[in-house]
């Protein structure tokens, strides 16, 4: 085994290798072979087009000449099966997450939308019926992995924040607060020992909630870890400081309500 860098083949030790493809995918499984192993098992026969060689580095000195591919039979990946799969709606051309900061609107980032279509690409036979539970996994989902796109680790779900949260949502949803009221309540609770984020949307966007809050802090500033007092919500949530969250989904009528209580001490969330 080796890698190749301009014209300079540099060989390894490294005996196993892995698939890089779950790092681009997460849905599809990690597999690792012994490089070793293998060679014995095809006496070192290594295929560049019509040529076969048990010499590794004349094929790939070849390979930067011909500009062929190197194959070798590596255990085949497969896919996730997943219970059922179907292609998400597009987003409506208007529509506005609410916060306390301010009504926010869907933009296109490729990337982003990649996550999002990866995570929301899957669906339950009992949507209607378990819709508000649906969500609050797949909130968590994708915050973690726009987490794990950050390079920070993933959040622990923590009971006490969850019940927190969903008080929160129930009460905002009951009585229907408008976006001055859950600003007056985000002021009264930012010296509290923990962090939270309301919003609001229609049902029928509910699911780009995340995405779009997500895109719009990324827009602003990428540099989640940063120290600063002016971190918005969703810039809070994405800190590799934060460690524990709690999220809470209430539905009311048409729209659906989101809080989500988060702490980096393990103190505030037990």
Aim: net charge positive; proline share 3%; charged share 25%.
């Amino acid at each position: 085994m080796g890698f190749i860098k301009g014209n300079t083949y540099t060989k390894t030790r490294v005996r196993t290798a892995e698939s890089a493809i779950t790092f681009i995918d997460s849905r599809y499984k990690s597999s690792a072979f012994d490089m070793s192993e293998f060679e014995s098992k095809i006496n070192g026969a290594y295929h560049c087009g019509k040529t076969v060689s048990r010499n590794l580095e004349v094929v790939l000195k070849l390979s930067m000449v011909s500009k062929c591919h190197i194959k070798i039979n590596a255990p085949s990946i497969v896919p996730i099966k997943k219970p059922c799969a179907v292609k998400p709606i597009p987003p409506q051309k208007y529509f506005c997450v609410n916060t306390a900061r301010g009504c926010f609107r869907y933009k296109y980032n490729k990337l982003f939308h990649y996550i999002w279509k990866e995570i929301w690409s899957t669906c339950s036979k009992n949507f209607k019926r378990g819709f508000n539970n649906l969500m609050k996994t797949k909130y968590l989902i994708e915050m973690n992995r726009y987490r794990r796109f950050c390079g920070n680790p993933p959040l622990l779900i923590s009971r006490k924040l969850i019940d927190l949260a969903q008080r929160c949502a129930d009460s905002v949803a009951n009585y229907r607060k408008s976006r001055k009221d859950i600003t007056l309540k985000s002021l009264y609770n930012q010296y509290s020992k923990y962090r939270e984020l309301i919003a609001y949307t229609s049902r029928g966007s509910s699911m780009f909630l995340i995405y779009v809050l997500f895109e719009d802090a990324w827009t602003h500033n990428s540099n989640f870890n940063r120290l600063s007092t002016k971190k918005w919500e969703m810039a809070q949530l994405m800190d590799k400081k934060t460690k524990y969250v709690g999220i809470g989904v209430s539905s009311s009528q048409n729209t659906v309500y989101v809080c989500i209580k988060f702490a980096s001490d393990s103190m505030y969330a037990e």
